[in-house]
């Protein structure tokens, strides 16, 4: 029998595909061909089958889909650390915002978003949804590195170096789609900050856009008690009743954070078919709250999993995130079962493709879709004896034993070593800022 030539043959002892749902194949191969899933099969069928131009063997490892953050700052790396153990409001006030209208301009964003993808990628993430200034300036870093992104064009009504007023916000982010519209690894979003930072205008003919474009809205939303205090004395309304109004609770709808939810802010979510984006560590070291992820689930509301910016988190370790969102839904609910292994694994693949418009795309190990994916060396002291991957993936695992990382098939790891960035420089650059944002 002739044997079929393609781009690659990944070999695993554990392959978790994540869809079909909770499933570990032990001892299969993905076809990799032209950047995408060919074929998933068992090792001997896909040796006998095809004839790979690279054959990697993974004898004890788990490969699973990249992971997706779905809310970060990823500039924002070159704050890590710079005021911890802060209230937001004051940590945003008193701290960020004063240091980012210093340094905030193309370099601050090129080598932050640098870094930030290279922590990433060594951390099994291969898709990242960002808010940021610059937006332009993140999207030419990530198509350079070869990793994937879902772009936020951001807006804000107080001018920063990277526009002056709402309008050049959404003008200059439109003219960014439009210079980017259909790049294999690039998505976009709206970004508008918050509620409290983005008036009815904006937000108005930001709904408008997004119907026409069919491009989600991205928004930090419900963030902090006082948030949503501050809303119901200025406006009479929770911010979700207010956006509601707007037209922009929608499947579009990405809402981050979350934490401060009636049952009928989640009836509202789940009815209209909005996804939660949940950022579990970030809300915990600034005691925003607690995102009643069990509650969701049952209601039926897709939330995805991110870290949020480096300087509030202080990492951008999805294995930390899956980690801590399962066990704080469990104290939270009182639920031991709340949020089983296999769920956090999907909040941090499938369902954070699902929320920034990538199901089809990217999130599993499918024919047909991206060969995004992600190796996790299982064999080590620290996860043995080994009886369920997947549970070990979640409570045992860390970023650490990523060995191994694929965008489209290119691989962006290989044996813990970056193939798109240099490490070396990417660490002075990170000194070489801190000695600017300490001047």
Known sequence: MQTIHIDSLIHARWVIPVEPDGVVLEDHALAVHKGRVLELLPSIA????????????????????????????????????????????????????????????????????????????????????????????????????????????????????????????????????????????????????????????????????????????????????????????????????????????????????MTQLAAADIALLAEHGAHVLHCPESNLKLASGFCPLASLRQAGVNVALGTDGAASNNDLDMFGEMRTAALLAKGVSGDAAAIPAKEALRMATLQGARALGLGSEIGSLLPGKSADCVAIRLQELETLPLYDPISHLVYAASRHAVTDVWVAGEPLLRERRLTTLDEAALMQTAQTWRTRVLA
């Open 46 to 257: 896909a040796t006998q089958k095809f004839s790979p131009h690279t054959e990697y063997h993974l004898p004890e490892h788990a490969l699973i889909p990249g992971l997706v953050n779905a809310h970060t700052h990823a500039a924002m790396s070159l704050l890590r650390g710079l005021a911890d153990d802060k209230p937001l409001m004051e940590w945003l006030q008193k701290h960020i915002w004063p240091t980012e209208a210093r340094l905030v301009g193309e370099d601050f964003v090129r080598d932050g978003t640098r870094l930030a993808m290279a922590e990433m990628i060594r951390g099994g993430t291969t898709c990242f949804n960002d808010m940021y200034f610059f937006p332009d300036v993140t999207a030419h870093a990530v198509a350079e590195v070869g990793m994937r992104a879902g772009i936020g064009l951001i807006v804000i009504d107080f001018p920063s170096a990277w526009a002056p007023d709402t309008d050049a916000y959404i003008q200059q982010g439109l003219d960014l789609f439009e210079q980017y519209q259909g790049h294999p690894l690039l998505s976009f979003s709206f970004a508008p900050h918050a509620p409290y930072t983005v008036s009815d205008g904006p937000l108005t003919r930001i709904k408008a856009l997004s119907e026409e474009l069919n491009l989600p809205v991205h928004i930090h939303v419900h963030e902090t008690a006082h948030e949503v205090q501050e809303a119901l004395a200025r406006d009479g309304m929770r911010p979700l009743q207010r956006l509601q109004q707007l037209g922009l609770v929608n499947p579009r709808l990405q809402a981050v954070h």
